[in-house]
């Protein structure tokens, strides 16, 4: 039996259908950071970015359009780290204290992914709400300018501990401007891990706007 061009040019293309079929769509890039507007308000404590010192992230997830914001890195870094939290996280930013001029509220396109960023832990600054915070920097050697400056240890975001950020938050040494009667009391008897620690963090989350 004789094979017309046609027909084997039909094969051919059945061929590459099926092959065709056997690849996954690739990935679709990450959602760039978005910048903080005036009503963002914190994922856990349902107050307003703006009312918060220091470093600020944001988590996105392929179920919701928009970021979670959080007022301080390390609820950031807590909410990937508890077992209740969503899983499908796309993106993770958090600002680069290196490139931003300002402690209190980090300028518009200072931010980082927290996955290639370097964090300085213990050190002397206090982040929201009073907390110790994990400061991150894009580069190494502006963390370490950090640390020689206001103490601590510089560590990969799979290196925090995670009774760093889910453990209970010291308020004796309130960050450089902040007395202790300034800091939230609430969050000194943050429980230090497991379920508790999971509640602790999660009895507000209201979804942000």
């Not at 959602?31 to 996105?60: F, N, R």
């Not at 009774?163 to 938050?169: D, F, R």
């Amino acid at each position: 039996m004789k094979i017309g061009r046609a027909t084997w040019a039909g094969i051919g293309l059945a061929i590459l259908m099926l092959a065709g079929c056997g690849k996954e769509a690739p990935d679709a890039p990450p959602p760039a950071p978005a910048e903080v507007s005036d009503e963002a308000t914190g994922h856990y404590c349902g107050m307003l970015l703006a009312d918060h010192e220091g470093p600020k992230g944001q988590i996105h997830l392929a179920s919701r359009e928009g970021p979670l914001w959080f007022s301080s890195v390390r609820d950031t870094i807590a909410f990937l780290r508890l077992p209740e939290e969503a899983k499908d996280v796309v993106a993770v930013y958090v600002n680069d204290m290196g490139k931003a001029q300002h402690w209190a509220q980090p300028e518009a396109g200072t931010w980082v992914d927290a996955h290639s960023a370097w964090f300085v832990i213990d050190s002397s600054m206090r982040g929201g709400m009073g907390a110790n915070e994990a400061v991150p920097f894009a580069t190494e050697s502006a963390a370490e300018a950090f640390r020689v400056k206001h103490g601590g240890t510089i560590a990969r975001l799979d290196d925090i501990p995670d009774a760093y950020v889910l453990g209970p938050v010291d308020l004796s040494s309130p960050m450089p401007g902040m007395g202790a009667a300034d800091a939230d009391p609430a969050d000194a008897d943050r429980p230090a891990d497991g379920d508790d620690a999971a509640e602790a963090h999660g009895h507000v989350q209201h979804p942000d706007h």
